[in-house]
């Protein structure tokens, strides 16, 4: 059984810092491409894959967040993490940590944790 744990959430003021720490289980972590979701209600995008990180560190970033955010990995832990700075209130939403991602759109895509949630104020 493949398990995603997610920690590291919270509320901040704008221009502020979080990190999000995601450990998993069940799966060849090294050989899995690893990623960070994020979902909020609409208008903003309802589903975004805002980072990922390849089994090698090769990293990609939505626009939104680019220059902003930095996701590492530490194979040896079985564990990601998403360094988010400079944080705006759009960034606001439940962000999911995700094991093997694969290409597909939101949740059929790779293994989901339970989410956390980063809210962000003015």
């Known amino acids: 059984e493949v398990q995603v744990v997610e920690s590291g959430g919270g509320s901040v003021q704008t221009g502020g810092s979080l990190r999000l720490s995601c450990t998993t289980s069940g799966i060849s972590f090294a050989d899995n491409e690893m990623g960070w979701y994020r979902q909020a209600p609409a208008p903003g995008p309802v589903c975004e894959l805002v980072s990922s990180i390849s089994g090698g560190g090769t990293s990609s970033y939505s626009d939104s967040v680019k220059g902003r955010f930095t996701i590492s990995r530490d194979n040896a832990k079985n564990a990601v993490y998403l360094q988010m700075n400079n944080l705006q209130p759009e960034d606001t939403a439940e962000y999911y940590c995700?094991?093997?991602?694969?290409?597909?759109?939101?949740?059929?895509?790779?293994?989901w944790g339970q989410g956390t949630q980063v809210t962000v104020s003015y």
């Open positions: 995700v094991a093997g991602l694969g290409g597909g759109y939101c949740r059929s895509d790779g293994y």
